[in-house]
């Protein structure tokens, strides 16, 4: 094993004087095995080296502490406060986009940029057009970026980032003197100035270090193995596979091996003082053990449980006297199967080197609660109320449950203590009077994103009983027996694009931290895991359920590729099958509830709803079962299509009632300023929450200029329609569907109601135009298959607005219009401007032939209204109980799946 080689290495080396080697790890993991190995291999009582992790290693040089980021993020807006001179934005509002630029501030230092050069938005350019590591590509990709941003565009977002961008480097500057004054540093900050003082350090003397299992080097780290070769005695170890050259997990270590020579290249063994001999490798380089020889398996399972039902199978096939407990491993790419998991294991001492995370704690999910009811409710700025009360209530919390079990004491001490941090940061902190006046909006989301993030760590004795981790704790080690599950893409590698102010080129170019890095990171982390194993079963949940893709992880394919591994698919014989609900009886009481809340009318998507499955029709609108709504800035495809309609109903509300030539709606699609003016007001609208205003992401910049792209195509096609006569605009309309036993209507609001000339038409239409997001044209074949399950749920809409129409007068200066000629129309945002484009409704006709519905009262009217009678006349059938679909595709995204169980059916 790589770790046992280099502590039987170094004790060849320094023997009994280990107690002067300080050995520096990635992570605290390694060095708890260090020490058994160490033990082993001397076979009697030794001085320990000093064991150290490299950012504790960089912290014992700096005389600065770091503060949390509670607090590092109030230093930021105090900076924030004394270098803007224009735009003044609270606490409240600053926090977000603060740890943002915390985050690029770590990611500039870590990587000692230029910090002046990066920001100087006038100068940069040229700068770096002096340098000589950039090639072409790299320096125009940066032409283009500050292309892009001229500071010359009126636009007022393009302004704000041009005018943030141009003041980050006095914000830089003025954060880290505000720190260093007070003797603090955020992490990043603390190793560049241990970097840049390096040859004052005096400490270093007369050690001897040995560096392991490094991979991907930020420049501080680089900087730092530098020094210490130069100037002390200092062995580099490198976990490496020559197998690995030109593969994406040795990008970097190769590069590193050249600046720091592996120190077991070469054919080495050590003896101990016992009969014992460690025999080291005499291959080139000692990790040179190849995965040709490991049994490796790949399997699919359906679901989280399966995935852990089958990991509790294999590792107590696996688990043997043979080797130590401790040669076994269950690794989780995905750290939230920790509490499953837990569930699904051998009956053998286990040590879990994971926090478990605070939010699956049931003291977590309380206090999100009472959050949340306090962003719904709130109705004053007195926050510090509330987080006494909070404090006060776990606090209470802890005292009737101090004889539960160690978790549920760990976690309600670890929310007490988080609450405290944050009034003691908040409230207690003189440094700061101005910001907790205005944080009041901000503090409940804080705790909510404080308790998502926090772990509560497990203590046990690391280097005994099988093993649970995450893929970042098993650096440097490796076992026998090795089970990974979710080995998904996007688990694993676990690749996010950073959310950052400094664009992707940039930080190419000054080798900041990519997506390309993290990739290489996490390759070379799973590669080297599989390389010495005797036995690994990689897991991927298959499941596309929710947001999950149910893909296998890139990694898998690559082995599959490489080693001809075929996938093999689990099945779950032994689960529980769970009763699937089938029918609800329609009770009179619950009916007639139903019908007096909905005003005795329904909507079409009430309709829709109930052909599509009469058991969500129940859930909805007889249970009044609301799903939950998903807080969220993305936007939303529902949300998208809103903030495009509101639009378009502002900019022809004023013509309401007039006839639009061509060139006065091309004049209207020439007006940007307008029309961004209205979808800014909107995307306020939308994403804003309790007087907060909703600034942009990168998403929602993204989403912006989709919108207006997609309200200019708008308006040209319109313009070709012109003559327009803009008759009503969100029109609410009705009618009566059937007399008996109560009178019972169909209403609803129709987005837009028009009068165009159409070509294949003598004379004009008047078009009932209903907004659809969708990218996909429904058609249909006949006014029956509206009332079925098939996929026809835009038109049946369209047909109940015309039907409603047909009964509803709109009043205009007192005279009543009647309109003839009705064709609705279904407006597809997204595919307006495509050649041929038709936005109204066809049917079959003859010679094979579409016709479009331009009459639909002579056309459509008596079958629709017909069918309409008996769909409504079914659902008010005490006879015919509610039942569930057939239709599989109508579950996959159905918010009741869970309730009506069908989910857990299908799978087992």
Partial sequence: MFLYNVIADLYKRKGEDMKNVTIIFPNKRAGLFANQYLSDIAQKPVWAPQYTTITEFFSSLSDKKVPDGIELVMYLYKAYQQSNKHDKYTFDQFYNWGEILLNDFQDIDNNMVNAQSL????????????????????????????????VNDKNLIRKRFIDMWNNMY??????????????????????????????????????????????????TERQLFLHLKANTETYFYWDYNPNFIHHEASAFIEENIKLFPNALLR?????????????????????????????????????????????????????????PLNSNALILADENLLQTSLHSLPDVPINITMGFPLRQTPIASYVQSLCKKHIRCNDTNDSESLLTFLIETVKQIGK????????????????????CRIKSVIYENTKFPEIKDNIHTLLPQLILNLISSKSIPFHGEPATGMQVMGMLETRNLDFKNIVILSVNEGVLPKISNPNSFIPYFLRSSYNMTTVEKQTSLYAYYFYRLLQRADNVALVYNNSTEGLKKGEMSRFLIQLQLERKVQVQTLTSPNLTTVHRMTSVEKKPQHMDEMLSKLNYTFSPSALKTYIQCPLQFFFKYVSHITPQDNNTDEVEDSTFGTIIHEVLKDIYTPYIGQTLTASQIESLAKDRVMIEQLVDKQFEAQLATHNT??????????????????INNQL??????????????????????????????????????????????????????????????????????????????????????????ISTQLTKDTEPQKFSNLAPALNYIKLVGRQDYDSCITLPGSQRKRTPVLDYQGQCHTEFKERLSNLVSEILNTNIPFHPTDNEKTCEYCPYLHICNKDNNAKH
């Fill in 400 to 419: 009737v449950n101090k004889k539960s079990d160690p978790l549920t004491i760990e976690s309600i001490f670890t929310t007490y203590e988080l609450l």
């Fill in 119 to 150: 920001f100087d938005n006038a100068s940069a350019l040229e700068t770096l057009n002096r340098t000589d590591y950039l090639d072409d590509s790299q320096l125009q990709a940066i032409r283009t970026f500050f292309a892009d941003y001229d």
């Fill in 693 to 710: 205003p909703a600034n942009y992401t990168g998403e929602q910049y993204l989403n912006r200029f989709v919108i207006l792209k997609y």
């Fill in 267 to 323: 054919t080495q063994s050590v003896e101990d003082s016992g009969s014992a001999t460690c025999k080291l490798s005499s291959t080139p380089n000692i990790t040179s053990t190849t995965t040709d020889s490991n049994n490796i398996q790949i399997y699919s399972a359906s679901s989280d449980t399966a995935q852990c039902s089958f990991a509790y199978k294999w590792l107590t096939e696996h688990i043997t006297d043979s080797h």
């Fill in 716 to 805: 040209h096609h319109d313009a070709t329609l012109s003559p327009i006569k803009i008759i009503a605009l969100e029109q609410d309309a009705r009618c009566t569907i059937i007399q008996k036993p109560h009178p019972i209507k169909l209403g609803g609001r129709i987005d837009r109601i028009d009068n165009i000339t159409y070509a294949s038409h003598e004379g004009s239409i008047t078009r009932i135009v209903d907004y659809k997001t969708s990218s996909k044209q429904q058609t249909t074949n006949s006014i029956e298959s509206l009332f079925t399950n098939s996929g026809t749920d835009h038109i049946f809409q369209a047909f109940c607005y015309a039907e409603m129409l």
């Fill in 170 to 219: 006095d914000l830089y500057t003025l954060f880290r003197t505000s720190l260093a004054n007070d003797g603090l540093a955020y992490e990043a900050m603390q190793k560049r100035e241990v970097v840049e003082n390096l040859n004052t350090v005096s400490s270093l003397d007369n050690r001897t270090f040995a560096i392991i299992g490094f991979n991907v080097l930020n420049e």
